[in-house]
């Protein structure tokens, strides 16, 4: 067994994992290492060659793969060793890493740990889809890594099941090689990607969009022949009588994604139901302390630039955490999802000062109030004119150490 140490560990070498190492870097910790599993740095930014990639973060629009280079290579700079083709296998309380690749097997004792695993994409067997089983489903992740990095088209005839905005981009990608969409296909009353997607990816190319509809039937024994299409009531139950079948060879899934936090449940830190994620505090700290969760992780996000701000702060309170200078818990109040929220991260407040809070809304609506509120003291209102569950809401907030608090949880709704 290898034994070795470090201030910052980074579990993951994604967008998010190389934001918060290079930022835990510039914090001043010392020994800062990436462990990630692929052979390559930058997660899923290889295969998006799509522009529109820090327009927000760094005033430039660029494709994935010029995204990635940039923290690659201010990484490269800052001296960030990278452990790629390693597999962490687990982690302990007391923050020691059991790692392994072709070199060995790794026990790194960290000072802190970053979570930045990201997440893996849902399959044909979370929609519970019946019928039989032939070549040419796939998902959107997958089929844009076949196209954009090896060069091999999925199909010709396509129906895409879900509107996230990977199926979104797909649907424009396929179109521009040739392939046929027949249509998106989606179970809401609404699209569940950005609304830019749906004009720049659909609207713009006149494939259609099916809202309050889904696949209720696979058919096609080698290759994929054909799905059966129905409407939805609004309890997505199938109308029975509304039946279509389309026929296709191939039939993406753009149903959502899952956090991967296999690591993060076996060592018994607290997740959150909604997200998936972890349960973490205005420093994205978890329940155990000194380790710290970003990314995709910790929620699924719209954009990458608003990913690698939060994934900044994580890298830069994970390093003050290794040098002793953390923030101490002065209180522990919880965050919880009011009236028309989904969910709230971060989840705990344990200290006075700025707070971020990220959150989704229930359903699309116009006009809406944001409240903050502990108890009946309104911390924090803001006006929003739209809000659909597709785009998250960031807002900031002071809270003061004159204010009062009382026992009750602080709680975000809209209205």
Same mark, same amino acid.
Not at 101 to 124: F, P
Not at 386 to 398: G, R
């Given at each position: 067994?290898?034994?070795?140490?470090?201030?910052?560990?980074?579990?993951?070498?994604?967008?998010?994992?190389?934001?918060?190492?290079?930022?835990?870097?510039?914090?001043?910790?010392?020994?800062?290492?990436?462990?990630?599993?692929?052979?390559?740095?930058?997660?899923?930014?290889?295969?998006?060659?799509?522009?529109?990639?820090?327009?927000?973060?760094?005033?430039?629009?660029?494709?994935?793969?010029?995204?990635?280079?940039?923290?690659?290579?201010?990484?490269?700079?800052?001296?960030?060793?990278?452990?790629?083709?390693?597999?962490?296998?687990?982690?302990?309380?007391?923050?020691?890493?059991?790692?392994?690749?072709?070199?060995?097997?790794?026990?790194?004792?960290?000072?802190?740990?970053?979570?930045?695993?990201?997440?893996?994409?849902?399959?044909?067997?979370?929609?519970?889809?019946?019928?039989?089983?032939?070549?040419?489903?796939?998902?959107?992740?997958?089929?844009?890594?076949?196209? %954009?990095?090896?060069?091999?088209?999925?199909?010709?005839?396509?129906?895409?099941?879900?509107?996230?905005?990977?199926?979104?981009?797909?649907?424009?990608?396929?179109?521009?090689?040739?392939?046929?969409?027949?249509?998106?296909?989606?179970?809401?009353?609404?699209?569940?990607?950005?609304?830019?997607?749906?004009?720049?990816?659909?609207?713009?190319?006149?494939?259609?969009?099916?809202?309050?509809?889904?696949?209720?039937?696979?058919?096609?024994?080698?290759?994929?022949?054909?799905?059966?299409?129905?409407?939805?009531?609004?309890?997505?139950?199938?109308?029975?009588?509304?039946?279509?079948?389309?026929?296709?060879?191939?039939?993406?899934?753009?149903?959502?994604?899952?956090?991967?936090?296999?690591? /993060?449940?076996?060592?018994?830190?607290?997740?959150?139901? /909604? /997200?998936?994620?972890?349960?973490?505090?205005?420093?994205?700290?978890?329940?155990?302390?000194?380790?710290?969760?970003?990314?995709?992780?910790?929620?699924?996000?719209?954009?990458?630039?608003?990913?690698?701000?939060?994934?900044?702060?994580?890298?830069?309170?994970?390093?003050?955490?290794?040098?002793?200078?953390?923030?101490?818990?002065?209180?522990?109040?919880?965050?919880?999802?009011?009236?028309?929220?989904?969910?709230?991260?971060?989840?705990?407040?344990?200290?006075?000062?700025?707070?971020?809070?990220?959150?989704?809304?229930?359903?699309?609506?116009?006009?809406?109030?944001?409240?903050?509120?502990?108890?009946?003291?309104?911390?924090?209102?803001?006006?929003?004119?739209?809000? %659909?569950?597709?785009?998250?809401?960031?807002?900031?907030?002071?809270?003061?150490?004159?204010?009062?608090?009382?026992?009750?949880?602080?709680?975000?709704?809209?209205?």
């Amino acid at each position: 067994m290898i034994h070795q140490q470090a201030d910052v560990i980074v579990i993951g070498g994604g967008p998010a994992g190389l934001a918060a190492a290079v930022s835990a870097k510039e914090t001043g910790a010392k020994r800062v290492v990436i462990i990630e599993r692929n052979t390559w740095l930058g997660g899923i930014l290889p295969q998006c060659i799509h522009d529109g990639f820090g327009v927000e973060e760094l005033g430039e629009s660029l494709t994935g793969p010029e995204y990635a280079e940039r923290y690659i290579s201010r990484a490269t700079q800052l001296n960030i060793e990278t452990m790629t083709e390693t597999m962490v296998l687990e982690f302990t309380k007391d923050l020691e890493i059991i790692a392994v690749n072709k070199k060995g097997i790794y026990l790194i004792q960290a000072g802190a740990i970053v979570l930045a695993m990201g997440c893996r994409e849902k399959t044909r067997w979370h929609a519970l889809i019946p019928g039989t089983r032939p070549s040419g489903i796939y998902t959107a992740g997958v089929a844009q890594g076949l196209i %954009n990095l090896y060069n091999i088209m999925p199909g010709n005839n396509v129906v895409i099941l879900g509107s996230g905005d990977v199926g979104l981009i797909m649907a424009r990608r396929l179109t521009f090689e040739g392939a046929k969409v027949q249509g998106v296909i989606e179970i809401l009353p609404y699209a569940s990607g950005l609304p830019r997607n749906v004009v720049q990816c659909l609207d713009d190319y006149g494939i259609p969009l099916f809202l309050n509809h889904t696949v209720v039937e696979i058919g096609g024994h080698e290759r994929l022949s054909h799905v059966l299409v129905a409407q939805v009531d609004e309890h997505r139950n199938m109308i029975p009588g509304t039946e279509k079948k389309i026929p296709c060879d191939t039939l993406l899934l753009s149903l959502g994604l899952i956090p991967e936090n296999e690591l /993060t449940a076996a060592v018994g830190i607290a997740l959150d139901p /909604t /997200t998936q994620g972890p349960v973490v505090n205005q420093d994205y700290e978890t329940s155990l302390r000194g380790v710290y969760s970003c990314g995709n992780s910790l929620q699924v996000y719209d954009t990458v630039d608003v990913l690698a701000s939060h994934a900044q702060k994580a890298g830069h309170c994970a390093a003050a955490f290794s040098q002793g200078r953390s923030n101490t818990f002065k209180f522990e109040k919880n965050v919880c999802a009011g009236k028309g929220v989904t969910y709230v991260v971060p989840q705990k407040i344990t200290t006075y000062g700025s707070i971020k809070l990220t959150l989704r809304a229930k359903k699309p609506g116009k006009k809406q109030q944001l409240h903050v509120k502990n108890g009946e003291t309104l911390l924090f209102t803001k006006k929003l004119p739209y809000v %659909n569950p597709a785009n998250m809401i960031q807002v900031t907030f002071s809270l003061a150490n004159t204010m009062h608090l009382s026992k009750k949880d602080i709680e975000v709704s809209l209205q």
